[in-house]
């Protein structure tokens, strides 16, 4: 069997056998154990030392059936196989490993993957290469071992190869060479496992919602740097969303000035009302200006009243004269009054 080789973060490859030989200490005490919430390593391939020999450790000739597996008492976890194209690795594949994975209380989950020259013969091309999905498919935590090159119709030679009790996959019928379902054998004999897909989420509607989208995807890897070579766009179709994107740009920037302009009329508005209020409210300065101008003029025109007993303005400027101008009022009145007792005598 061919060498398979894995992705590492830098963009090289590394061979398989490399990074299992690697993990295989952290992969043997995982295998070991009911649980893999601690794995920190991806998925062996099926050909890698660590598979085989847990392989070599099973005794087949003991048949498991879907009761005895949900018991939970076997000596050995229950190997259930799933396999697909796993193109553009999403949820919904996820979803569908998990539910194999937590079909029974312990299971060692079997991922197969087709490779790229079947899958184009019997489905078409597809968005990853064969190396980026098996990658995909081996670092998802439920996967305990990844079969490569995987069949599209099984039958029982690989079963007994490979140690398979159980079948996992949906249930609808999938028709291949004149048969109505590939997994009908398996139905019948007990060995499959029924799976749900997960509505709204697939690599087909992935695929639609970039082409609908297909425009602005353009755009936007153009603006990150890539040629219209590297995306397969033609001259014509390059300057259309070149320029395009510039009429974005300016509309944007129009948007933007527009909104800033609005915003400070906003502010102006609201300053020159409060000035306006400010000057001809009820409380304003011009209202108090012309009450005050009002009230000095009805002064001015209506004097108020005197009360009696309170001395008028000629009194209080008598009374405010020198003194040398009292008495000669009082010698006045004295003579008067000497005058008047002289015509009381007569």
Known sequence: MAEHKSLLSNGKTESASSVSSQSSFTRTSIHNSDSRESCTMAAPFAHDDICVKTRDQIDYSIKITQETAAEGKLNRPVRIYAD??????????????????????????????????LTLKMKGRTVMNETERYEAV?????????IPDAPWQLDEQFLEKYKIDFVAHDDLPYGYAGQDDLYQWLKDSGRFVVTQRTEGISTTDVIARIIRDYDLYVRRNLARGYTAKE???????????RLQTKVDEVKGKIAYKSHELINKWEEKSRE??????ELFGKDGRINQWLVEGRMKV???ISP??????TPSEDEDDICSSPPAK????????????????????F
């Open 272 to 277: 020159f009302i409060g000035n306006f209020l």
């Open 138 to 146: 081996r670092h998802c935590r439920y996967v305990d071992e990844l």
């Open 298 to 300: 009805v002064r001015a």
């Open 231 to 241: 995306l397969n766009v033609g001259f014509m179709k390059e300057k259309k969303i």
């Open 326 to 345: 009292r008495e000669c009022h009082g010698d006045v009145g004295l003579r008067h009054e000497e005058f008047d007792s002289d015509d009381d005598d």
């Open 304 to 309: 108020p009243p005197r009360e009696f007993g």
């Open 84 to 117: 697909g194209i796993y193109d553009m690795f999403h949820s919904g594949h996820a979803r569908q490993l998990m539910q194999a994975k937590i079909a029974f209380p312990n299971v060692y989950l079997i991922v197969g993957v087709c490779n790229d020259a």
